[in-house]
């Protein structure tokens, strides 16, 4: 049995309470979430620690390659670390992280003034898009690929 995952469940196993001990608010439990058969076994454990991160590599390797590619790139790779996160400390340490970090930001998009100087700002992208294509045909014309003398 994992020594970690003692410490952090506690002797029942069950989730631990917060500090103010309110049961609404329960602390994530942290370590393996393997199945109690395969925890009493070590050499079974750390066979199935195994697989779930050759599995999890896979599955970020895959999203790796599809960032530069059309697909959903980190989409996959968060998947690839919610895998490694049913096993590994490090892995659900991460994803909370990002979590955290996801919701500021989507916090921070949600404030008016962001809003309004992200507006703002597309505004005057868009504007400047639109007088740098009407130089340039206004300069060279319109010309369909399938028209080019050469």
């Not at 076994?41 to 530069?68: A, M, N, Y």
């Not at 921070?108 to 005057?124: C, E, F, G, Q």
């Amino acid at each position: 049995m994992n020594a970690e995952s003692d410490e952090r469940q506690g002797a029942t196993g069950a989730p631990q309470v917060a500090a103010g001990g309110d049961a609404s608010k329960r602390e994530p439990v942290l370590g393996s979430r393997a199945p109690r058969f395969i925890k009493r076994s070590r050499t079974l454990h750390l066979s199935w620690q195994v697989g779930v991160f050759i599995v999890g590599l896979g599955v970020v390797g895959v999203g790796i390659v599809l960032l530069p590619l059309p697909g959903p790139g980190w989409l996959v790779i968060f998947a690839g670390m919610a895998i490694w996160a049913t096993e590994f400390v490090w892995a659900q340490l991460v994803l909370a992280w990002t979590k955290r970090k996801v919701t500021e930001a989507a916090h921070r998009a949600l404030d008016p003034k962001v809003r309004r100087r992200n507006l703002i700002l597309t505004s005057v992208a868009v504007v400047i898009c639109a007088v740098a294509v009407s130089v340039y045909v206004w300069k060279f014309g319109i010309v369909m690929p399938w028209k080019i003398e050469q």
